[in-house]
């Protein structure tokens, strides 16, 4: 099963951006898609953000619809979550995998990370 490390969060004032970034834990061994961002926000269950796969391309949460944008390196190593106009709400422990499409639904098959905090104060 697959580890992916996550990075890049922070704490930063609601508008500002922010680019998560995931690799394979010590390996430049390539991301395979589909592949998927979560988050978990303080108190609350873990949710699906953003997907991606050959297929059917970009998918995102409604929450985050045109603030967020997933894609992958050109080498297929790095796997970026790219956050514009970041909001309170956004505040959560990020977190990335890879999986399969069964249907309309992503399901991750890789091992959770430890994610990465992104912190938004007003």
């Known amino acids: 099963q697959v580890q992916l490390v996550e990075a890049g969060g922070g704490l930063v004032q609601a508008g500002e951006s922010l680019t998560l970034s995931c690799r394979v834990n010590?390996?430049?061994?390539?991301?395979?898609?589909?592949a998927g961002w979560y988050r978990q926000p303080p108190g609350k269950q873990r949710e699906l953000v953003a997907t991606m796969n050959t297929a059917e391309g970009q998918k995102y949460a409604d929450s985050v619809q045109g603030r967020v944008f997933i894609s992958r390196d050109n080498a297929k190593t790095t796997l970026h979550l790219q956050m514009n106009g970041l909001k309170p709400e956004d505040t959560a422990v990020y977190y990335c995998?890879?999986?399969?499409?069964?249907?309309?639904?992503?399901?991750?098959?890789?091992?959770w990370g430890q994610g990465t905090q992104v912190t938004v104060s007003s």
């Open positions: 010590r390996s430049d061994y390539p991301i395979n898609v589909p």
């Open positions: 995998t890879t999986g399969s499409i069964v249907g309309t639904h992503y399901y991750p098959n890789s091992r």
